[in-house]
């Protein structure tokens, strides 16, 4: 089983959107939380309610936008989030319109991988500057 897990020799790129962002969706909230738990954060209300400035629809759709603006996504990098935005879900949007949680799901993609390609620098790289990008976001 553990040589199954570890197979380095999938394509990953040929996953789709959905599947992508099924990993990146749990990539990205992990990386959130052990971000607010290192920063002090450590009340369980407390933390659900700060994670969800950084994990909601809304708040991906701002990130993948801002990142789209800033030019800092590769080509490669922003075909897998339009591959991820434009792929049919047989979920409805929760709270948000569909264009946001579609952009949200491109979001998820993106994150999922970077994961699943080992490119864990990019990923991190990433995930900081989204970090950064929401605490400046909240200052206003």
Same mark, same amino acid.
């Given at each position: ?7 380095? %020799?999938? +394509?990953?790129?040929?996953?789709? $959107? ?56 590769? +080509? ?29 799901? $491109?979001?998820?993609?993106?994150? $999922?991988?970077?994961?699943?390609? +080992? ?15 929401? $605490?400046? %976001?909240?200052?206003?």
């Amino acid at each position: 089983m553990e040589q199954k897990l570890m197979n380095d %020799k999938k +394509d990953y790129s040929l996953l789709s $959107g959905l599947t992508l962002a099924y990993v990146g969706d749990a990539i990205y909230e992990v990386y959130i939380r052990d971000f607010l738990i290192r920063s002090g954060q450590t009340r369980p209300n407390q933390l659900h309610r700060m994670a969800t400035h950084y994990v909601s629809a809304k708040a991906q759709h701002y990130l993948i936008e801002a990142m789209i603006e800033a030019d800092i996504l590769t +080509d490669d990098e922003k075909a897998v989030y339009k591959r991820g935005r434009n792929a049919k879900s047989h979920t409805s949007a929760k709270n948000t319109s569909i264009f946001i949680y579609r952009a949200s799901t $491109g979001f998820e993609a993106l994150m $999922g991988y970077l994961h699943l390609t +080992d490119q864990k620098e990019r990923l991190e790289e990433l995930i900081g500057w989204s970090i950064k990008k929401i $605490g400046e %976001k909240n200052e206003k």
